[in-house]
């Protein structure tokens, strides 16, 4: 269900080991352009840190989890986004549909979005 850090894809991004076209970087967060974008803005916010699932997060590591927030909430004003609205939304495990096992904040925004997902 996890794979180690050393062949996580995200961890790569972050370690600037394959190319990403990054928008917003802390010593703890960092945030890219998805590469198979669901709507005109399709941002992933991810910690720098490897933590696979939403089941991994505990006392030790869910202060990260507010800072993915504040980086949403800084995105949202550098595109401009916030007045009209946008989604965040991670996605656990396969019924979940999650397919890169390294927590990341889904980011959607520039379309009026639908509700329920499917
Ligand atoms: P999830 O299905 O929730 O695990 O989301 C994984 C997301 O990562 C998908 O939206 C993919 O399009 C995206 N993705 C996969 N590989 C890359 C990559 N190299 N750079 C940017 N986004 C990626
Ligand atoms: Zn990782």
Redesign the pocket.
């Given at each position: 269900m996890s794979e180690d850090n050393e062949n996580c894809?995200?961890c790569k991004?972050v370690k600037k080991q394959?190319?990403?076209?990054i928008v917003f970087e802390t010593k703890e967060v960092i945030a890219?352009?998805?590469?198979?974008?669901?709507a005109p803005i399709?941002y992933?916010i991810i910690p720098k840190t490897h933590i696979s699932t939403i089941n991994d997060i505990s006392e030790e590591n869910s202060e990260i989890i507010g800072l993915l927030y504040e980086a949403a909430s800084k995105l949202a004003v550098m595109s401009g986004v916030d007045k009209d609205g946008y989604r965040v939304?991670?996605?656990c495990n396969k019924d979940?549909?999650?397919?890169?096992?390294h927590i990341?904040l889904?980011f959607l925004a520039g379309r009026q979005l639908n509700w329920p997902p499917g």
């Open positions: 894809l995200f991004i394959i190319p990403a076209e890219f352009c998805d590469i198979d974008p669901k399709h992933l939304v991670m996605n979940g549909g999650q397919t890169v096992y990341h889904h």
